[in-house]
């Protein structure tokens, strides 16, 4: 488990320093594992900081907020 919150932690901050992240609700689309697995993570961004966070198996078919793709399409 604690591999997979840094993985999600390090996936947030790369989308941040490209500049990618917008107040709010966040969406991150990505892989992850040596599978290659679908992961989706969420977060909440206010007055620049992060506010909360959470993983999904998966991508969801449904968009909330800014969709942030790190993974094929």
């Given at each position: 488990m604690d591999k997979l919150?840094?993985?999600?932690v390090e996936d947030i901050r790369r989308v941040?320093?490209?500049?990618?992240?917008?107040?709010?609700?966040?969406?991150?689309k990505t892989v992850y594992g040596p599978d290659?697995?679908?992961?989706?993570?969420r977060f909440?961004?206010?007055?620049?900081?992060?506010?909360?966070?959470?993983?999904f198996p998966n991508h969801s078919s449904r968009d909330a907020g800014n969709v942030i793709w790190l993974a094929p399409q």
């Open positions: 919150v840094k993985y999600i941040d320093e490209l500049k990618k992240i917008k107040e709010g609700h966040n969406s991150i290659n697995k679908l992961l989706e993570i909440y961004v206010k007055d620049g900081e992060l506010y909360s966070f959470n993983a």
